[in-house]
């Protein structure tokens, strides 16, 4: 895998931490993931901190994804790599989001019916 040249960013006093903890993480994901996995999760990173600190501003939106930019095909990456993670798991899915992208996906995939759980349950009344 290959990525560009990470520099030093810092959002509104927000930064990764310097720790070695953090570089060994941060090439951890490197090593092991997509590129685009890494910026996504540089993303939410920033994001999560910026609306810790409730200083989310569009500008400071921008600048996170200049940092960290989308593909030209990010919404279907995106949805693509949410499958490769689940599709070996897709009970997991059960009640959550991710029903919608092994839907989308497989189209064997059947997801469960909350309320059907409920009634086919051995529960009285």
Known sequence: ???AAEKTFT????RIPDTRLAREIT??????ESGLLFHHSSRVYYWG??????SITNFSMQAVVHAHPRSDQFKEDIIQSFYDGIKHKPDTTFGNVKADV???KDPAFRRGNFCSVIRGSAWRG
Do not use: H
């Not at 959002?11 to 927000?14: S, V």
């Not at 090439?27 to 092991?32: A, E, I, K, L, Y």
């Not at 901190?49 to 409730?54: I, M, N, P, S, V």
């Open 27 to 32: 090439q951890f994901v490197r090593d092991n």
């Open 11 to 14: 959002l509104e006093g927000i």
């Open 102 to 104: 092994l839907a989308d």
């Open 1 to 3: 895998m290959t990525f």
């Open 49 to 54: 901190a910026l609306a810790e600190k409730r």
